[in-house]
C-alpha cells in the first residue's frame, strides 16, 4: 500500500471516530472521542507523514541523482564527440599530408625523366652536329685538294648546265600547260624589230640602224675555299692520327 492510500485510510478512520462520537453537553460542535483511538490514529498519521518525507526525499535524491547522471552522460556525449571530430580532423590532415607528398614525388619523378630525356637527346643532337661537323671539314679538305685543278671547274661547270637544262624543261612544261589550258604561248626572247626603207626615203630621214646587244664575255669563275682555324685544328688533328 503506497504512502497516500495510508494517509486517506487514516483521515477516514478519524472521520468515523468524529461521527460516532456523542455530542458534548448538547453541543453539536463539541463531540466525546476515545483519546486512546484518536491518539492511535494521529500516530499513524504521522508515521505515513514521515514515509511520504522520506519518499520526498528519496525522490528529490533519485531526481538529482538522475540529473547528475543526466549531466554525466551529455559530459561523456560532448567529449566524444570531440574526440571523435579531432580524431577525423587529425585523420584529414594526415590523409592531405601523404596526398600532398604523393604528389610531389610525381612531380619530382616527371621532372627526373624529363631531364633525362633532355640530356639524351641532347647528347644525340651534339653527336650527329659532330658527324656534321666532320663531314663538313672532309669536304673542306676534298676542296683543299681540288681548288688548283681544273677538274672542280669542270665539276662546277657541269652542275651549272644541269640546272640550266632543269630550268628549261620546267619553262617548256609550263608553256605546254598554258597552251593546253587555252592560253597562246609566245617564244621566249626579245620581239625581231622589221624596218621598211622606203617609208624613211619618202618622208626624207634616214633609215634607222636596229641596236644589236652588245655581247659581254661570261665571268670566270671565282672559286673560293673558306678554310678556317676548325678546319686547320682538325687537318693537324687527322694528320697526328695518320
Known amino acids: 500500500m503506497s504512502v497516500q492510500d ?3 485510510r487514516v483521515l477516514r478512520e478519524f472521520y468515523v471516530l468524529y461521527s460516532r462520537s456523542e455530542p458534548y ?7 466525546i472521542v476515545n483519546k486512546k483511538e484518536a491518539l492511535a490514529l494521529l500516530e499513524q ?3 505515513c507523514m514521515n514515509e511520504m518525507m522520506e519518499e520526498y526525499e528519496m525522490t528529490s535524491n533519485s531526481r538529482e541523482r538522475g540529473e547528475r547522471e543526466a549531466r554525466r552522460r551529455r559530459d561523456d556525449i560532448i567529449w566524444d564527440a570531440n574526440h571523435k571530430a579531432e580524431d577525423i580532423y587529425a585523420a584529414s590532415v594526415l590523409y592531405s599530408n ?10 619530382q619523378n616527371a621532372t627526373d625523366e624529363m631531364e633525362k630525356m633532355f640530356h639524351t637527346a641532347k647528347k644525340e643532337m651534339m653527336k650527329q652536329q659532330q658527324t656534321v661537323r666532320d663531314n663538313q671539314l672532309e669536304l673542306k679538305s676534298s676542296l683543299e685538294d681540288l681548288k688548283d685543278t681544273d677538274k672542280y671547274r669542270k665539276v662546277i661547270e657541269e652542275r651549272n648546265k644541269e640546272i640550266k637544262k632543269k630550268k628549261e624543261q620546267d619553262s617548256q612544261k609550263k608553256v605546254k600547260e598554258n597552251t593546253g589550258a587555252g592560253m597562246t604561248a609566245f617564244p621566249a626572247g626579245k620581239p625581231e624589230i622589221k624596218v621598211n626603207p622606203a617609208y624613211f626615203e619618202k618622208i626624207g630621214r634616214p633609215v634607222p640602224v636596229p641596236d644589236v646587244p652588245e655581247t659581254k664575255a661570261a665571268p670566270e669563275l671565282d672559286i673560293k675555299v673558306n678554310l678556317d682555324a676548325e678546319y686547320f685544328r682538325w687537318r693537324q688533328k687527322k694528320k697526328a692520327d695518320g
Open 45 to 47: 498519521l504521522k508515521s
Open 25 to 31: 453537553d448538547k453541543n453539536a460542535e463539541r463531540v
Open 98 to 107: 601523404e596526398a600532398l607528398g604523393h604528389i610531389q614525388t610525381i612531380i
Open 6 to 8: 495510508k494517509v486517506e
